[in-house]
């Protein structure tokens, strides 16, 4: 059943703001020239789909004078599928982030850049100088489909990448919104088209199945209706074994079928997968996607637009927190969420074609792509490109984008590959990085390698605790504790973000950092290496300065108990949660006998309990108030004279 003003059923006030905004036009189109710095809370929510976001300086909020005005700015996303950054896009962006940014780029989770601090008097000119450059804003953000992924890799030899790369354009375009409000506003009506939509998709979008066009879906908007989606819509397109895009994390994914002659036969669909959620909220939930089917290529538009139907249908148009997709898919389970969909797509799914085992790429270092060039993978710490005194990221990219005119592809972790790079040339971009301080795969820990943090402060106005600024220091420490504790070959995969929302994707990690409250963070464990399961809540608060009395038990429990060759994430996924906590409250950590001036310390040794001694100490703890320390200290005495 679909929301709208005429229905009865009670809605958001942004769903009664989009309905009444013409398309995506107003109040964006008079806020633009009222002289004022900031836009309001109506323009706020109506910018966001043309993919920009109104931010807070944060720090300056912390520390400003009372009666002292906020400094308001905006950031900036690319509309980039598949993460292909034109060499001409990426100059722009560089120019622009310099002229009127804050000087570096944000790289994000789903392949695209993100400028930070333009104010709202230069916004207009930035999107425009970005859409004349072969790039988009428009879609980055809202309550529509998002960027849509793809894996990175740009191999020529192998026809499921090209074929996913290809459909992530495709799809974009498909959903894409047709009002044409973002060239009205931004460019003054004129249509800076930088390739024309295949006419596969043109006659897809504009086919009206069974379902496909219900109530008061306008001619406008052949697939969103006035109203657009209840909330961000993401998507994925993955090839079998690849799941560099986190294919589980999104709300419609797919995955490259072909045959034996390498054509494409059709995708395998899995849907309901997303990790927004709010602390201390049980009906905010992160959930994986699940698989419904194969469908053949020759549906997949007609597939995709039931599903995003459905979803603009059935979706909660009130309380914006449930309006994900995946809340439908919880609440209903697989069986109903097919049922359903028969409405809009008529035909019962095949079911889906058997897959290898997903394992994670990056793609860092340098590659052949297949037909004689290369690519090479650079690693972009926590996403930031700028330039430091012992890394110049920034000069590095900017000086091989302008000398080369190769195009970049970001991928989902946040990293960069530099792409169709000739033999001849390897040499002397290789020599440029080295020059940057861009170091080699091999130089970089691992930990670092396989982590992602958001922004957090000072840009975001979500965030509760550091993310960007504090992941570094934290990964640090954790290594020079795992040193310690003579684990130093290990690595798994790390996330940090500043609050529960999950933008660099906590959830599924090994070991993840989610902003609690100020330098607090709830600790999540047990995802896995390759982005297939979930982690579960561990800890509910950690003060960053606890860090190392947090991990330590952990990490003896894994080095103690842990199977040949068993990952961390997978150790705390077959422990499982309780059995965990339960170590690491009765565990005792071993320290030197002296002090740095040789004075005896009070030693303190660690003493693993039985499962049914432990259950009776906890019970007096509870019972009597003290501690378990005082607990079997006046035991021992007592027993041992």
């Known amino acids: 059943m679909t929301n709208t003003l005429a229905n009865p059923v009670k809605v958001s006030k942004v769903e009664v703001l989009k309905q009444k905004s013409n398309f995506l036009r107003g109040p964006i189109n008079t806020e633009l020239t009222d002289g004022n710095p900031f836009f309001s809370q109506d323009g706020i929510q109506i910018l966001k789909f043309h993919g920009s976001y109104q931010q807070k300086e944060r720090d300056f909020e912390k520390n400003k004078a009372k009666g002292e005005e906020a400094q308001y700015s905006m950031m900036l996303r690319t509309r980039s599928p598949g993460g292909v950054i034109p060499w001409q896009l990426y100059v722009a962006l560089d120019k622009l982030c310099d002229k009127y940014g804050n000087h570096t780029l944000r790289a994000t989770t789903r392949q695209g850049f993100q400028i930070h601090g333009i104010l709202k008097e230069n916004l207009k000119t930035v999107i425009a100088d970005i859409t004349r450059n072969m790039g988009s804003t428009v879609g980055a953000c809202g309550d529509i489909n998002r960027n849509v992924m793809a894996p990175s890799a740009p191999f020529k030899n192998k026809p499921e990448y090209i074929y996913a790369r290809d459909y992530a354009f495709k799809i974009a375009d498909l959903l894409a919104p047709q009002a044409g409000a973002y060239y009205d506003i931004w460019l003054d009506g004129e249509v800076a088209v930088t390739s024309s939509e295949a006419p596969e998709v043109t006659e897809a979008r504009n ?23 209840p909330r961000k819509f993401k998507i994925a397109i993955a090839v079998a074994g690849d799941n560099s895009v986190d294919l589980y994390t999104n709300d419609l994914a797919l995955v490259v079928i072909t045959n034996a002659q390498n054509e494409l036969e059709g995708f395998n669909v899995y849907v309901g997968g997303g990790l927004g959620r709010a602390h201390n909220n049980d009906a905010t939930i992160v959930r994986m996607a699940d698989s419904i089917g194969f469908v053949p290529v020759a549906q997949i538009y007609d597939v995709i637009k039931a599903i995003v139907s459905l979803q603009r249908d059935y979706g909660d148009r009130h309380n914006r927190r449930h309006s994900r997709f995946k809340h439908i898919l919880h609440e209903w389970g697989v069986e109903k969420f097919k049922q359903v969909l028969l409405e809009y797509y008529p035909t019962k799914l095949d079911a889906a074609r058997e897959l290898p085992d997903f394992k994670y790429q990056d793609y860092l270092g340098w590659h052949e792509q297949g037909d004689g060039k290369y690519f090479v993978g650079v690693s972009i710490e926590n996403g930031r490109v700028s330039d430091r005194e012992d890394l110049k990221l920034k000069t590095a990219l900017r000086e091989i984008s302008e000398k080369f005119h190769h195009d970049f592809v970001l991928t989902p972790n946040h990293n960069l590959l530099i ?77 940090m973000t500043g609050c529960p929302n999950g933008c660099a994707r906590p959830y599924m990690a090994e070991l993840a950092f989610v902003g609690s409250a100020a330098d607090e963070y709830q600790i999540w464990l047990g995802g896995s290496f390759n982005s297939t399961r979930l982690a579960q809540p561990y800890v509910q608060r950690l003060h960053i300065q606890n860090l190392e009395q947090g991990l330590e038990p952990l990490f003896v429990y894994f080095k103690n108990e842990r199977v040949a060759s068993e990952t961390f994430g997978d150790f705390c996924d077959r422990k499982g949660i309780e059995d965990l906590r339960k170590f690491a409250e009765t565990y005792v950590p071993e320290v030197d006998e002296t002090d740095s001036k040789g004075k005896r310390k009070d030693v303190r040794h660690r003493v693993t309990l039985s499962a049914k001694s432990y259950e009776l100490l906890k019970k007096a703890v509870e019972e009597k108030g003290a501690s378990m320390k005082d607990l079997v200290e006046t035991a021992l005495e007592k027993y041992l004279g």
């Open 207 to 229: 086919r009206q199945g069974t379902g496909t066009a219900k109530t008061n879906i306008s001619d406008t908007e052949p697939i969103y209706g006035v109203q657009y989606l």
């Open 419 to 495: 792409t169709e790079v000739a033999a001849d040339e390897k040499e002397e971009i290789q020599k440029i990085l080295d020059r940057c301080g861009v170091l080699a795969t091999d130089k970089i820990d691992s930990l670092v390698r396989y982590s992602m943090a958001c922004p957090a402060f000072p840009t975001c106005g979500l965030a509760i605790a550091e993310s960007e600024r504090a992941l570094p220091s934290v990964l640090a420490r954790i290594r020079q504790l795992l040193v310690r504790l003579g684990l130093e070959n290990e690595t798994f995969v790390t996330r």
